[in-house]
T-cell receptor, first 115, second 113 residues
Framework: DGGITQSPKYLFRKEGQNVTLSCEQN?????MYWYRQDPGQGLRLIYY???????QKGDIAEGYSVSREKKESFPLTVTSAQKNPTAFYLC??????????????FGSGTRLTVV | RKEVEQDPGPFNVPEGATVAFNCTYS??????FFWYRQDCRKEPKLLMS???SGNEDGRFTAQLNRASQYISLLIRDSKLSDSATYLC??????????????FGTGTLLAVQP
């Protein structure tokens, strides 16, 4: 079955640590995205990538980093510079046709908690 | 003004009721619109896409009013399993040849037996 796999499902981070969240898709989608969801707020875009070896900052990129070395993979690193990282992180992918994106599909998410 | 606004609810309705959610958006250049459903502590899943004036899928009807810049979702004959948060999502230009999705904060629906 095609889909997006995020791992781990739950992650605990100590203060000052960097952690990396994995996102892999086998849908052959061009674009991939990372969102953060906090209670009472909509999803906020952290980073996105439209093609391999290229990515752009979203609305809340500070304290995060990404890479896109393969079409299938778009890992997100939450660095120690992110002051409030406790949140639900969602990875998504989509097909790109011109300026429009279709078939947005989400992974099952990673719940990150700072301890 | 927020780019996408929804009434957070909760909407508490009895089984069998008809319920409607509205969503307003601020960018008149928005090109496509979606309703996603999100269950508690789960990822959002696409419920309906709205590319023209609207569309219908079984008990669900989505309508788009470009002049007033709002989208609505109507659920008829509500089921207990419809209980979830419904996210309004708008595809807006973001500069150059790219677009991005803007998510509303969601409307919580609780269907009561």
């Amino acid at each position: 079955d095609g889909g997006i796999t995020q791992s781990p499902k739950y992650l605990f981070r100590k203060e000052g640590q960097n952690v990396t969240l994995s996102c892999e898709q086998n849908l052959n989608h061009d674009a991939m995205y990372w969102y953060r969801q906090d209670p009472g707020q909509g999803l906020r875009l952290i980073y996105y990538s439209q093609i391999v070896n290229d990515f752009q900052k979203g609305d809340i990129a500070e304290g995060y980093s990404v890479s896109r070395e393969k079409k299938e993979s778009f890992p997100l690193t939450v660095t120690s510079a992110q002051k409030n990282p406790t949140a639900f992180y969602l990875c998504a992918s989509s097909v790109r046709q011109g300026a429009l994106y279709y078939g947005y599909t989400f992974g099952s998410g990673t719940r990150l908690t700072v301890v | 003004r927020k780019e996408v606004e929804q009434d957070p609810g909760p909407f508490n309705v009895p089984e069998g009721a008809t319920v409607a959610f509205n969503c307003t958006y601020s960018n008149s250049a928005s090109q496509s619109f979606f309703w996603y459903r999100q269950d508690c502590r789960k990822e959002p899943k696409l419920l309906m896409s709205v590319y023209s004036s609207g569309n219908e899928d079984g008990r669900f009807t989505a309508q788009l009013n470009r002049a007033s810049q709002y989208i609505s979702l109507l659920i008829r004959d509500s089921k207990l399993s419809d209980s979830a948060t419904y996210l309004c999502v708008v595809n807006v230009p973001s500069g150059g040849a790219t677009n991005k999705l803007i998510f509303g904060t969601g409307t919580l629906l609780a269907v009561q037996p």
